[in-house]
């Protein structure tokens, strides 16, 4: 109980100005007690306004009460001093430079906890009490601290703006509104809030909405990247698997040739030694038999000799040499060059695969590619340079300005035979594979070309359908003419309109799938666009058809 009495009695020694402990306590005819410095510069504050009130209970006074020191008071505060309590509040309720302060406080300021929008004071929460004790100020706007209350004055009228002005989307007071904006129309401020309130609801749905939406998108590119993860590892297992398959067949076939090369090896050498030895074995019995006719040649004895001669004349069987006829050979040089050959057809049908194998990795694209460009600016971001592959040039082609232009002529040019050279249609191909973004620009002249594209392995000899660009399912091409478009793809021809332009712009997005050609002038305008799914890189191409005719590969650069 000691200690309820002891907080009581700060409580009631603590100025409602300050908030500290009473200095010079004076009572004023309310009944509330203040610091005698607080409640004078109070009041000098209000001097302006010929009124004077309680900062408490805001009773107002119209003469200014004389202020007489509270002795009761005085000494209740020195007592507490000496028993060393104090009422300051603690370090944290004391406003920083980036809290709201108390409007009311004077020295060290206490962080506010509402303002009023009515009075666009800050109040801390001892200073505040007044709002909710009092009748009047309890019927006050309170919303939480604010730095920007001056903002809700007039400037030019020093009044509450409570008036908004839809015609000009300002807040105004009620002076303005009859005044500057006279017969725009206005309303409350509240009104207008309440509505725009209504807009903020909406507003918040489709942005919830939304989030909804993209939570979903995000769940799915999850999957996306789960299952593209698995894919991944899936293929690198399965092509690891593969590829040592055919390591494995690879060793299996070495250690089957070099068997064969050992045992026929094997072979051969014991066939010659052992006719090697039969000839050594020989060898020594003509030796053996010279040496006994050379004795017999030195006997004196004419009988002993004739006895002796028939046996010792007679020799033994020669050993057949005629499998001795060694003809020139390469021994096991022809394996080895069949095994090179073997070699050099893998390395072949490895460089011819792989092209596809890396394209169908490229093709692997979750997120669709960027939209496609609107000014020739964007599309030149794009630029490729191309250049045509005189070993894919018919023979009545000739190419020049660095393979960039091509013309078709009327006697055959010299070029060497080649198996990528189409012969029957006087069709070209750039050396580019295209895979990726790209753009590019033909300018023709003469009665027509067919701008085109088509995957490297398109048939270079055989019927219209299978060499012809845009008459098969790997070609796509625009038939220029001098007066109509027509695309061809598959053998189906599509009428084509849009302006005449003898240059023709080609943009190609190969993961997207797009193809779409331009007629270019001093602006660009769509032809035809393809959405497709190329499985293959692609070639740019040209195809003419009359002599004379003649298309170049613009210099975008």
Same mark, same amino acid.
């Given at each position: 109980m000691a200690q309820k009495g002891v907080q009581l009695d700060q409580e009631t020694i603590t100025c409602s100005i300050c908030l500290d402990l009473l200095k010079d306590p004076v009572t004023i005819p309310c009944g509330h007690s203040y610091c005698l410095n607080c409640i004078k510069t109070h009041w000098d504050l209000e001097d302006g306004k010929k009124l004077h009130s309680c900062p408490q209970c805001r009773q107002t006074f119209t003469l200014r009460p004389v202020l007489v020191k509270n002795t009761i008071l005085a000494v209740l505060v020195e007592e507490l001093k000496k028993t060393g309590l104090q009422a300051t509040p603690a370090d944290h309720c004391y406003a920083g430079p980036e809290d709201v302060a108390c409007d009311f406080c004077t020295g060290r300021k206490l962080k506010a906890v509402k303002s009023c929008l009515m009075c666009l004071v800050s109040y801390c929460e001892k200073h505040l009490q007044p709002h909710y004790d009092v009748a009047q100020l309890k019927k006050h706007k309170l919303v939480e601290p604010s730095k920007n209350l001056q903002e809700n004055i007039c400037s030019r009228h020093d009044e509450v703006m409570k008036m908004f002005c839809r015609t000009d989307q300002q807040c105004v007071c009620y002076l303005c509104s009859v005044d500057e904006h006279k017969g725009h129309d206005t309303v409350s401020a509240e009104a207008e809030r309440t509505e725009r309130q209504r807009e903020l609801e909406g507003s918040r749905q489709q942005i919830q909405q939304r989030i909804q939406d993209r939570d979903k998108d995000v769940k799915v590119l999850q999957q996306e990247v789960e299952a593209l993860n698995c894919s991944a590892e899936e293929t690198v297992e399965d092509s690891e698997k593969i590829f040592t398959e055919l390591i494995r067949l690879i060793e299996k076939r070495s250690s089957?040739?070099?068997?064969?090369?050992?045992?026929?090896?094997? #072979?051969?050498?014991?066939?010659? @030694?052992?006719?090697? %030895?039969?000839?050594?074995?020989?060898?020594?019995?003509?030796?053996?038999?010279?040496?006994?006719?050379?004795?017999?040649?030195h006997t004196e004895d004419h009988n002993q000799f004739l006895h002796n001669y028939p046996s010792l004349s007679q020799l033994s069987e020669s050993t057949d040499t005629t499998s001795i006829n060694i003809r020139p050979l390469r021994y096991f040089e022809d394996v080895t060059a069949a095994v090179s050959e073997l070699r050099d057809q893998l390395q072949d049908i490895l460089r011819e695969t792989w092209t596809n194998i890396s394209s169908l990795v490229t093709q692997v694209d979750v997120l669709l590619s960027q939209?496609?460009?609107? #000014?020739?600016?964007?599309?030149? @971001?794009?630029?490729? %340079?191309?250049t045509l592959d005189p070993n894919t040039a018919n023979e009545y082609l000739l190419l020049s300005e660095g393979n960039r232009k091509v013309t078709l002529r009327s006697e055959q040019q010299s070029y060497f035979t080649h198996p990528d050279r189409f012969t029957k249609y006087c069709q070209v191909l750039s050396k580019e594979s295209l895979t990726e973004r790209c753009y590019w620009e033909v300018k023709w002249r003469g009665t027509g070309v067919y701008v085109a594209v088509a995957y490297k392995n398109i048939s270079r000899a055989g019927s219209l359908n299978e060499c012809g660009f845009g008459r098969n399912d790997k070609s796509w091409a625009l038939n220029c003419h001098q007066n109509n478009y027509y695309f061809w793809f598959n053998n189906i021809r599509t009428p084509v309109s849009g302006p005449q332009s003898s240059r023709i712009g080609v943009y190609l997005d190969h993961r997207a799938g797009i193809l779409s050609f331009y007629s270019v002038s001093e602006t660009m305008t769509l032809l035809h666009r393809v959405q497709t799914t190329f499985t293959q890189p692609l070639h740019a191409g040209l195809w003419f058809?009359?002599?004379?005719?003649?298309?170049v590969f613009w210099d975008l650069k």
């Open positions: 089957e040739v070099k068997q064969q090369i050992r045992s026929q090896q094997e #072979t051969e050498v014991s066939r010659v @030694k052992e006719l090697q %030895e039969k000839l050594e074995q020989e060898i020594t019995e003509l030796k053996r038999k010279d040496a006994e006719l050379e004795q017999l040649s939209p496609e460009p609107k #000014t020739r600016a964007g599309f030149l @971001k794009y630029s490729c %340079e191309i058809s009359y002599y004379g005719d003649n298309a």
